[in-house]
């Protein structure tokens, strides 16, 4: 099972030089790299990156499966409470390795298997609406939260509480699974006081960085993902990206080509998957991509303001939306595609009888056509001096996505070293959630709201009312 990585039309020999890469170039970021995978080797040896080891804590996931087994027996729907790291891995491997109707079926169609719903966000109607699609007494909330103090999660937990007991489960606590940090924070105190079943993030990983800890391995699990092979996956993908061989590290190139890029232009850095299971991965990327990279302090302190704009878009589908502005528009994008090597299922298209203009499509199949349509895209992307790169799964199996999920993360770490910030804070991030408790009026942030409202006052209002129809 191999994964294959295409960086021909990232070159200046295919898409120019003022575009592309050279061999020079890449060659002169060698030294570079060898010194910031020392940074990287140091800070895993004092235990300060453990994400890296997660795929390989075989006891833990034993736990997970056996609490996944209870909830499997107790309940028929499983909602994830939380937002950001806290949910987007899950929806991206749940997207990419349940079939797409696993919510839409009868539970005898889908083996047993509970729903899994993700709720993140705090709009009353998405939240409502889930609300009447689920039966309190045969549903269980995994409220997930590193720091525990996540405003989202902790309203959705209220809400969440308060729907059961209106109606009428008598301890809503057996509705519960805490997932959060070990020691710390607001959810852990509850889970200690009220008795709450709960569950540990390892210390010192991220939420970004999360996906191979129970916040996506429970669920996941629950709904019936293979997680022993995805973390098998990402196990056998770890030796490949953790040497300081740069031609020979697909993460590592994969960053160097994107900085590289980046510094010729290319600040915005689109994620297009050819197939509809690997559209989650795009959006999981968007966040850890952004997050990690985009900063406005470098490592010294200086000010930088640094980051490449990930975006997503979908093949075929954006074929018809925004690949005209790709091709033609400014020279600002990169475009990083994910092709699939083998479908789990095809179709091969029959003839139609005097149609003569739908003959070319006789004995070709839809999986055939699809990575046509991706070639000719990366190709004629490369004619108009348009760097594009190829990341091919064999097959869209829990190994190779966790494969895949592994090398992004590290391919992130590394890059936040190239572009010298912190990928492993998010003090932007912070600076919302600081505000929003103030205008909450949570207590101890009384002069944070002094601040919003002055900064409120200071800026002359400019809002326009126009009349709506009422129906
Ligand atoms: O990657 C991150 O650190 C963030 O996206 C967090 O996951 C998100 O803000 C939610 O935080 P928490 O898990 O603490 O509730």
């Known amino acids: 099972m191999k994964l294959e990585f295409d960086y021909s039309y990232m070159m200046a020999e295919s898409v120019g030089r003022e575009q592309g890469t050279s061999d020079a170039e890449l060659a002169s970021e060698v030294t570079r790299c060898q010194d910031i995978h020392a940074r990287i080797k140091t800070r895993r040896e004092q235990g300060e990156l453990p994400f890296f080891d997660l ?166 699990a629950c709904a019936g993902v293979d997680i022993v092979s995805l973390l098998k996956g990402a196990a056998a993908m770890a030796p490949q990206v953790c040497h300081d061989d740069l031609m020979t590290n697909p993460a590592y190139l994969n960053a160097v080509l994107q900085y590289l890029a980046y510094q010729k232009g290319a600040r915005i850095s689109v994620m297009m998957p050819y197939s509809n299971r690997l559209f989650g991965v795009a959006d999981w990327f968007r966040q850890l991509w952004a997050e990690s990279l985009g900063k406005k302090y470098a490592l010294d302190g200086s000010v930088c303001h640094v980051g490449p704009t990930p975006i997503n878009a979908l093949g075929t589908t954006d074929q018809h939306s925004q690949v005209q502005l790709y091709m033609e528009g400014p020279f600002d994008k990169l475009v990083m595609f994910l092709a699939v090597g083998c479908f789990d299922q095809d179709f091969t298209m029959q003839s139609y009888p005097d149609m003569p203009a739908l003959q070319y499509l006789e004995g070709h199949s839809m999986a055939e056509l699809i990575n046509a349509e991706r070639r000719a895209t990366a190709t004629a992307l490369a004619r108009n001096q348009r760097p594009n790169l190829t990341l091919t799964l064999p097959d869209v199996s829990a190994a190779s996505v966790g494969a895949l999920l592994y090398w992004l993360q590290v391919q992130t770490l590394f890059a936040g070293y190239l572009f010298d910030v912190d990928p492993l804070d998010q003090p932007g991030v912070e600076e919302g959630k600081t505000l929003t408790y103030a205008l909450m009026g949570r207590e101890g942030f009384s002069e944070k709201r002094d601040e919003f409202e002055q900064l409120q006052a200071e800026v002359p209002r400019r809002v326009l009312s126009v009349d709506s129809v009422s129906t």
């Not at 919510?103 to 709720?119: C, E």
């Not at 057996?174 to 390892?202: M, N």
């Open 55 to 220: 795929p390989f804590a075989a006891a833990e996931v034993d736990e997970i499966l056996h609490l996944a087994d209870k909830v499997r027996q107790r309940f028929d729907d499983v909602v994830v409470l939380g937002i950001g790291g806290s949910a987007l891995g899950t929806k991206a491997v749940m997207s990419a390795l349940r079939p797409s109707w696993h919510n839409l079926v009868s539970p005898g169609d889908r083996n047993g298997l509970p729903r899994l719903f993700v709720l993140d966000n705090v709009d009353p109607d998405y939240v409502a609406d889930h609300f009447e699609l689920l039966n309190p007494e045969r549903t269980c909330f995994l409220v997930i939260s590193k720091s525990g103090s996540t405003v989202e999660t902790a309203s959705q937990f209220l809400v969440a509480r308060d729907w059961l007991n209106a109606n009428s489960c008598l301890n809503y606590r057996e509705h519960f699974i805490l997932i959060t940090d070990p020691e710390h924070g607001l959810l852990r105190e509850l889970a200690e006081r009220e008795g709450i079943e709960s569950c540990a993030i390892p210390a010192g990983v991220g939420g970004r960085f999360s996906v191979f800890t129970p916040v996506s391995l429970l669920p996941l």
